[in-house]
């Protein structure tokens, strides 16, 4: 069982920078994959990022290749997404979510999920 507790969301200019984390309980948490996913007023989750198990591997969604970052500290038990010059499409409820396998930009391959946290951007 892994519980994900995200924070640092908030209200940015565009152009700002936001740092969330990513806070997970359970002994495991290092062997999971652990991604970010939004979610827009009216709009599907969509997959933002996500990192292997030992940070060889990561992965990003291409609206935000460039702009966002994401790494991990498996001694703290937590996962980072720093975001750079942000843009009002950038707005949404951040979740971040856990998975044991599959395929990693998808929603189907992640088991467990935070409360999510609130981005918005200001024009």
């Known amino acids: 069982q892994v519980q994900l507790v995200e924070s640092g969301g908030g209200l940015v200019q565009a152009g700002g920078s936001l740092r969330l984390s990513c806070a997970a309980s359970?002994?495991?948490?290092?062997?999971?994959?652990m991604g970010w996913f939004r979610q827009a007023p009216g709009k599907e989750r969509e997959f933002v990022a996500a990192?292997?198990?030992?940070?060889?591997?990561?992965l990003y969604a291409e609206s935000v290749q460039g702009r966002f970052t994401l790494f991990r500290d498996n001694a703290k038990n937590t996962v980072y997404l720093q975001m750079n010059s942000l843009q009002p499409e950038d707005t949404a409820v951040y979740y971040c979510a856990a998975a044991s396998g599959g395929t990693w930009s998808l929603r189907e391959a992640y088991d467990y999920w935070g409360q999510g946290t609130q981005v918005t951007v200001s024009s």
């Open positions: 359970g002994r495991t948490f290092s062997r999971y994959t």
């Open positions: 990192i292997r198990w030992r940070g060889e591997n990561i």
